[in-house]
């Protein structure tokens, strides 16, 4: 073993060493060997304090991190309930039958409540537009009721006022257009509704100014769909799907799937059919953009709008082809004019929709023309579909598109409007632009708005008041198929909302009036409030005595 070499006391020094062949990076190189150490220059600084100083600042730090939790807070005094209720039970959640309204028809819901607290919404299985399912309205409107930039202060001009201050002022008002014309300057623009109490409402107001004049508005209409009824059968219907008899199914700019009011029990009676077998249904779409329904569509067509319309014509001639009762329209699909790759569509759709027969439905969305609703019904008469069924319209004003808002819009111009009453969703912002609503409501003397949040239209009208959540009022609805359906609260107004029947009994002065009273002693309908039990029959039985579980929980 060689032994070491080590140094030795007077010895003289060893030959310097070799200079460095090798370096780890080009700085080092440049740097060359330093006696510092293998850090760069500056590395023991942090942004111009030494690694000693910043170690001291961020103990500093921590320590008074933990100083500010130690503080004492405000003492809060948690009160218990005056009267326990029966069925509270801290922990444990408490289940309320309700609903909720989009498009004026209601979903019966089932609302998860924690001691007072709705947490989660769920479908209610006995309510025929839920089947115990929801859409992602449905599931989005808890949040809508906890949302902080909800309104909270009644307004006029800008300056709060109380609800009575608001119902004195169109109590002399309104007084004042009774006498003197019978109410021909007062105006309503309503959010589409089926209420059997709005209705009610809507008929007294009417009886005691019988020259004021209601209109309802949303930016998403049937309208296209009624007036195609009217051609097909000379009276304004809706219609309704039955997919659980189809077989075949063509949508023309139809989104059956898409979370409409009422699309729940015709997603469940699709989806019931896809099960591989001789009676899976077979779904073809035509439409101009994608869809819910066109992405699981078996077969789909991708059109231009402009398309749509004739489309629609050449299938209700090659069906007419076959004989029946669209002989007439045989002659008119040459006049079609389609592409080599939609007139095969074509032959392949009609072709599989007169094997289906009877199981076979043509459905047209409400974006498609008159014309094509119109062939729609045709089409569907011809092959005796099973599927479809007509009734009466369920909303208090059918037409609830921009044509009634443009009548009103040039009633404003004119000056024959004093007072007009908004509870439509905002509608200066959805109107079409060329009506120039915005510059209209300025020119009203008297204007009232109920919404949920300050937007264009609220900033336009002279009065704002707050509105309920629906998980916050009493009232009542229609479903798609007419079921009267009532709606409950589970908490106080979280943000001083005032009812839609409210607003309209202040005309009767009746705006005072409690809104658990306004359901039961002015509705036609049942007397009895819900339960828990989420029926929804269109006679309530009248209980013998008043349930605990009917109110929400109260700790008053």
């Known amino acids: 073993m060689s032994s070491l070499k080590l140094p030795i006391a007077g010895a003289a020094a060893s030959p310097p060493a070799a200079p460095r062949a090798q370096w780890r990076s080009l700085e080092e190189r440049e740097r060359g060997l330093a006696p510092e150490g293998e850090f760069p220059p500056g590395a023991s600084e942090i942004g111009g304090t030494s690694r000693r100083e910043f170690v001291q600042l961020l103990g500093a730090s921590m320590a008074f991190a933990g100083a500010a939790g130690c503080l004492k807070l405000p003492p809060e005094q948690v009160l218990p309930y005056t009267r326990q209720p029966e069925e509270i039970v801290p922990g444990r959640p408490l289940h309320y039958a309700t609903a909720s309204t989009l498009g004026g028809r209601a979903t019966g819901l089932l609302v998860t409540a924690f001691e007072g607290h709705p947490t989660k919404v769920e479908g209610n299985p006995e309510h025929p537009s839920s089947l115990g399912a929801t859409g992602l309205f449905e599931q989005a409107s808890i949040l809508q009721l906890y949302d902080p930039n909800r309104a909270a202060v009644l307004q006029e001009k800008g300056r709060p006022r109380s609800w009575r201050e608001f119902l004195a002022a169109q109590h002399d008002r309104a007084n004042a257009l009774r006498a003197r014309d019978g109410g021909a300057g007062l105006r309503f623009l309503l ?98 953009a994608l869809s819910v329904t066109g992405m699981n569509a078996d077969h789909r067509l991708r059109i231009r709008p402009s398309q749509l319309a004739p489309f629609a014509l050449a299938l209700a001639a090659r069906l007419g082809a076959q004989g029946g009762a669209l002989a007439p329209f045989a002659a008119l699909g040459a006049k079609a004019r389609l592409e080599p790759r939609q007139q095969r569509f074509v032959d392949v759709l009609a072709r599989d929709l007169s094997r289906a027969g009877r199981q076979a439905v043509v459905m047209a969305g409400p974006r498609s023309s008159p014309l094509v609703h119109a062939l729609a019904h045709a089409m569907n008469a011809s092959l005796s579909s099973d599927a479809v069924r007509h009734q009466k319209p369920l909303l208090h004003d059918a037409v609830t598109g921009a044509e009634g808002l443009r009548e009103l ?44 949040y300050e937007d264009e239209t609220s900033r336009r009208c002279a009065w704002f008041v707050p509105a309920t959540h629906p998980l916050e009022e009493w009232g009542d609805s229609r479903a798609h198929d007419g079921t009267v359906t009532f709606l409950q609260p589970l908490v106080q107004p979280l943000f001083n909302g005032i009812t839609e029947a409210q607003v309209l009994a202040a005309f009767l002065g009746e705006g005072d009036k409690s809104p658990y009273g306004s359901p039961t002693g002015s509705s036609r309908g049942p007397r009895s409030p819900p339960n828990r039990r989420g029926s929804t029959r269109t006679r309530w039985p009248r209980p013998r005595g008043r349930r605990a579980s009917s109110r929400p929980p109260d700790s008053s």
């Open 191 to 288: 959010e589409p509704g089926s209420s059997p109490l709005i209705g009610e409402l809507r008929a007294r107001i009417q009886k005691l100014f019988p020259n004021a004049r209601f209109r309802s508005y949303s930016a998403v209409s049937d309208d296209a769909a009624l007036q195609g009824a009217r051609l097909a059968f000379g009276s304004a219907v809706e219609t309704r799907f039955d997919l659980s008899k189809a077989r075949v199914i063509a949508c023309l700019e139809a989104d059956p799937l898409h979370p409409w009011p009422g699309s729940i029990p015709a997603l469940r009676a699709w989806a019931d059919r896809r099960e591989p077998g001789p009676q899976m249904n077979r779904l073809y779409a035509v439409e101009c």
């Open 409 to 452: 819009a040039a009633e404003i111009r004119s000056g024959s409007v004093d007072t007009l009453v908004v509870t439509a969703a905002n509608p200066v912002h959805t109107a079409p632009y060329d009506l120039n609503l915005a510059k209209a409501l300025d020119a009203v003397p008297n204007s009232i708005y109920r919404g949920m």
